[in-house]
T-cell receptor, first 114, second 117 residues
């Protein structure tokens, strides 16, 4: 039982390049989330998927797109990377998108945009 | 809207000393409160959560937190810390305001706890 896995672990991009961050969970959770973590700002929600087939914007969605490929997988795409997107990205999942549910986090992807 | 403020960005302590990490929140509706811990180069994991009932909540690794509704606080405490407790700690709030406000956590800025020998 791997929990939440993310690939890649590290990535360096040049401004304007695109990339997709992959996330998968094996806990049969319905809901999945993408956060970014910046120093002194905690974690901020980019997008979430309450259930397979649905996605919604979070606090900081600009410059990102997501795809809920199936129940297990939730990807985050940067179409044209900018230095402001340098951050650590975390994927999380929970049994339901309910306010009491614990979220389980992946190990993160460290992205640098030059 | 909900928000979380962690009052200390860094807390240095010596091993076996007690520690308190402070968290205040604001929300206009009922809340659920969480503390997560992030060890170096890892993802976050849940330490404890307050949903309802007793205001003193016990979590993993000897940590506990007390929900104080009148002061809108949820401070984390441990009576005796270990070197292995060195990590970043995040307070988070989730509130239900109907509509699409489901399961979205709002995190504080984080408190880095450093335990010195």
């Amino acid at each position: 039982n791997a929990g939440v896995t993310q690939t890649p672990k590290f990535q360096v991009l040049k401004t304007g390049q695109s990339m997709t961050l992959q996330c998968a969970q094996d806990m049969n959770h319905n809901s999945m989330y993408w956060y970014r973590q910046d120093p002194g700002m905690g974690l901020r929600l980019i997008y979430y998927s309450a259930s397979e087939g649905t996605t919604d914007k979070g606090e900081v969605p600009n410059g990102y797109n997501v795809s809920r490929l199936n129940k297990r997988e939730f990807s985050l795409r940067l179409e044209s990377a900018a230095p402001s997107q340098t951050s650590v990205y975390f994927c999380a999942s929970s049994e339901q998108a309910l306010w009491a549910n614990e979220q389980f986090f992946g190990p993160g992807t460290r992205l640098t945009v030059l | 809207a909900q928000s979380v403020t962690q009052l200390d960005s860094q807390v240095p302590v010596f091993e076996e000393a007690p520690v308190e990490l402070r968290c205040n929140y604001s929300s206009s509706v009922s809340v659920y409160l969480f503390w997560y811990v992030q060890y170096p180069n890892q993802g976050l994991q849940l330490l404890l959560k307050y949903l309802s009932g007793s205001t003193l909540v016990k979590g993993i690794n000897g940590f506990e937190a007390e929900f104080n509704k009148s002061q809108t606080s949820f401070h984390l405490r441990k009576p005796s810390v270990h070197i292995s407790d060195t990590a970043e700690y995040f307070c988070a709030v989730s509130s239900h305001a109907g509509g699409t406000s489901y399961g979205k956590l709002t995190f504080g800025q984080g408190t880095i706890l450093t335990v010195h020998p």
